[in-house]
């Protein structure tokens, strides 16, 4: 089963570049099967990751970043792939 794990972060007014950064250096323990990393208006920083494992499966995830970069907790969500039809 394929797992894609979801974190996005909205950074303070201006600082949209410096959470992008941030976001872009953060390793973790072991290599997905994909990462791709989004921004967007607002200063927003999306990043995907994509596993090979159970949906339920423990998987590493990039942290929280320092309060004072972000407006508000990180969001994260888990999805499952599904066959096309």
Request: glycine share 4%; charged share 30%.
């Amino acid at each position: 089963m394929t797992v894609a794990l979801m974190w996005e972060a909205r950074a303070v007014a201006g600082r949209g570049e410096e959470l992008l950064a941030w976001a872009r250096a953060q390793r973790l323990p072991r290599a997905p099967l994909r990462r791709e990393t989004f921004r967007a208006p607002r200063d927003r920083v999306l990043v995907i990751t994509w596993w090979d494992a159970p949906y339920d499966a423990g998987l590493p995830e990039l942290p929280e970043p320092d309060a004072e970069l972000v407006t508000r907790a990180v969001h994260r969500w888990r999805f499952e792939a599904v066959d096309a039809d």
